[in-house]
């Protein structure tokens, strides 16, 4: 691809919701020859909107749309290549446009959606067949990318209902507005899930791979930033007494225990895990003969990576894992007003990137109870 092409050109989209729906649209509009495996997949997900006086709004392989019942429809979306991503798409938006997939009954029962409130009531007879188009018509918008028509559509709606007092229906149409702002909205990130594929790599490859990726999505590193040399440290103490803090290290992924070493914590003889890290960290930074981390990891939370932050010279970007479940910790300065931000990044327990950094958290713990352990020993015999 890269021998062939020519120019390349992008399009800037609002958020990460409109740029997965225009890739899907773009790719079945162009068949582009080196998307093959979208293109040719028999099993490749498409969303299908079906055309009757209740539409359905149904996730279909590739194989599935030849089949007869599925000739009809208002709309197709797709091909789709996660679909976890799509299964997401589809539960962010359903509180908004609130669909249903049951066939209308004589007995007007409810469907499980419709008691989450997650249908609008097709199935229970609580909505016109006219209202509820509509409500599609506007979700197919959606989908399409036309947001600000939307937009502007159900704000003209809720002026006009204001008028004629019906302030219930009014409201719903400024919920919708608020909804659709906020899930288009540049701040609004879809969830890590992708396990990519590996492609011949080891799982601390991949691992390494992955986090590069979360980090440059919340800027804490450059394009070109390589992860040599991450360091963990976490503390160990008893009431205070005989604290050590630990530096383990992962080189190129893996754990490189020949770079291992301990702090003796001098400052503290009380219970403070955020100064003691910040004794060790402070003394850290006094020896670059030891080699610049690329990554600093704390075995905690956003207490513990701020602490870090506010005594933290280097440009280093610091990072916690904190447990139960394991989940990343971000933290982040402003240059301007020098404020520290945190954010919670939540991965799947099998993801490579997360399985590799609590590998580096238990060798910290480990690594710093080991030699607690040694300190307490030494003064109970003294």
């Excluded at 976890?84 to 007007?108: A, D, G, S």
Aim: aromatic share 6%; glycine share 4%; with cysteine.
């Amino acid at each position: 691809m890269t021998e062939l092409a020519v120019k390349i050109e992008h399009q800037v989209l609002d958020s990460e919701i409109e740029a997965l729906l225009v890739e899907a649209e773009l790719i079945r509009a162009h068949q582009p020859y080196f998307n093959s495996r979208l293109k040719d997949d028999k099993s490749s997900l498409y969303l299908l909107i079906t055309k009757e006086d209740f539409p359905k709004v149904l996730r279909l392989r590739k194989t599935d749309l030849d089949k007869k019942i599925y000739q009809k429809k208002l709309a197709l979306f797709g091909p789709f290549a996660s679909a976890y991503r799509l299964n997401e798409l589809l539960k962010i938006i359903r509180p908004i446009f609130r669909w249903c997939n049951q066939k209308p009954n004589k007995q007007h029962k409810a469907c499980l959606y419709r008691h989450l409130d997650l249908c609008s009531g097709a199935c229970a007879g609580t909505i016109s067949a006219t209202d509820y188009q509509a409500d599609i018509k506007q979700l197919i918008a959606f989908l399409r990318g036309r947001k600000s028509e939307l937009l502007r559509q159900l704000k003209e709606e809720m002026v006009a209902l204001v008028k004629v007092e019906a302030f219930e229906q009014a409201a719903l149409r400024r919920d919708k507005i608020q909804l659709i702002e906020e899930i288009t909205s540049q701040n609004y990130q879809l969830k890590n899930d992708l396990l990519l594929p590996s492609l011949g790599q080891s799982r601390a490859e991949e691992g390494l791979l992955q986090l590069k990726r979360i980090l440059r999505e919340h800027r804490l590193i450059e394009n070109e930033t390589a992860l040599q040399r991450i360091e963990g440290y976490d503390v160990s103490n008893t009431m205070g007494q005989q604290a050590t803090v630990s530096l383990v290290v992962l080189t190129e992924g893996e754990i490189d225990q020949s770079q291992y070493k301990f702090f003796k914590i001098r400052s503290l003889q009380t219970p403070n895990d955020y100064g003691m890290l910040q004794e060790a960290l402070t003394r850290r930074q006094k020896h670059p003969e030891w080699g610049q981390p690329d990554l600093i990891m704390i075995d905690g939370g956003k207490g513990q990576v701020q602490a870090i932050r506010k005594i933290w010279q280097w440009q280093t970007p610091v990072i916690g894992l904190v447990k139960n479940p394991d989940r990343l910790v971000l933290a982040s300065k402003d240059p301007l007003t020098q404020k520290i931000s945190s954010q919670i990044v939540k991965l799947p327990d099998n993801h490579p990137t997360l399985q590799m950094l609590a590998n580096l958290r238990n060798e910290a713990h480990r690594f710093a109870k080991k030699h607690h352990t040694r300190l307490r020993t030494q003064k109970l015999l003294q």
